[in-house]
């Protein structure tokens, strides 16, 4: 399924309107916040219908989950081109089983869970809350693509650098040649930030730039650390491939307009995460020429030099750029 899909689910006291762009929404929140009952609305209104009092806006079906738990794969795998929602009384979602049928599968979820799920590669602009404005209920972003937690940019060249990354591939390879304020350490793996961060010296300023298109299990924990230090930066742009993408150093048609919608062109059955798709556009576009051919093991010196380097930091936030080259 593609696409970004509007769905509002109204009775007479309640509304409930938001958007589903990706294969896997995640809903969080405490207790009373409007998470069941919202599944209740669009569960009482497949039982019923019309009869039910409550209408379902949306260009494709949406379903909750229900009925026998040790039933779940044959009962998911019945529903195509749907929106899912389950609620995380039922565990099966934080199985491996239950990543596999996702990324096979032609539907969206959307998983009303406070606990992360560690084997899902979902985003983190991807993680909503529900807040109470007037006398509807209105999804909100939880997370952002830039969790800014200082108001002075000057501050971070009062202390020594280190910039924290994902992996030791393409990105740490483009970022630690970049990198002319401080030092640049591949943390190895998202469960490997919070320790990475924690055991930071003080007087270093932390900066951790993570793909957000699949951070999302482990971002609460990373912000609470990096809050209680107050001197964590964090970037999650959607990928590094996506910076790449985004500086217009390769030339792919229709690129503008795939950045700006990438939910009309990112099958969620082909690509269980937006950082896939951007990979293998990147790859794709470029696997012809020897000079450009991206390689996520070794990324080739066409853009770590000269101005192609200058165009991929230049889509970085201002903070950031003042570290790179």
Request: with cysteine; aromatic share 12%; charged share 30%.
């Amino acid at each position: 399924m593609k696409n970004k899909h509007h769905v509002v689910v109204e009775s007479k006291r309640l509304k409930y309107e938001f958007d589903i762009k990706r294969n896997i929404t995640v809903i969080q929140g405490d207790s009373a916040s409007g998470k069941t009952t919202l599944l209740d609305l669009l569960g009482t209104h497949s039982r019923y219908g019309k009869e039910s009092g409550i209408s379902v806006q949306s260009d494709v079906p949406c379903v909750v989950f229900g009925g026998d738990a040790s039933l779940w794969k044959t009962i998911l795998e019945a529903y195509q081109d749907s929106i899912v929602f389950i609620d995380e009384d039922y565990p099966f979602i934080y199985s491996k089983d239950f990543a596999e049928l996702v990324q096979a599968s032609s539907n969206y979820f959307v998983l009303i869970t406070r606990q992360p799920l560690y084997n899902l590669p979902y985003s983190v602009q991807e993680i909503y809350g529900i807040r109470t404005t007037g006398k509807y209920h209105y999804p909100e972003q939880v997370y952002h693509e830039f969790y800014r937690i200082y108001d002075d940019s000057n501050e971070i060249l009062d202390k020594e650098v280190l910039v924290l990354v994902e992996d030791s591939k393409s990105g740490y390879q483009f970022f630690s040649k970049a990198c002319k304020q401080g030092e640049c350490v591949s943390v190895e793996g998202n469960s490997q930030f919070v320790g990475k961060i924690e055991n930071a010296e003080e007087n270093k300023k932390v900066v951790v730039i993570a793909d957000g298109a699949a951070f999302g299990a482990y971002v609460a924990k990373v912000t609470t650390i990096a809050k209680s230090r107050k001197d964590v930066m964090l970037y999650f742009p959607e990928s590094f491939e996506w910076l790449i993408l985004k500086s217009g150093v390769i030339g792919i048609k229709d690129l503008d307009d795939i950045l700006a919608e990438p939910e009309k062109y990112i099958e969620s059955r082909e690509f269980l995460s937006w950082e896939r798709y951007f990979t293998d556009l990147l790859m794709t576009a470029t696997a012809d020429d020897s000079i450009k051919k991206y390689d996520k093991s070794q990324l080739k010196p066409y853009y770590i030099e000269g101005k192609n380097k200058d165009a991929i930091i230049a889509v970085l936030p201002e903070e950031l750029r003042k570290i790179m080259g």
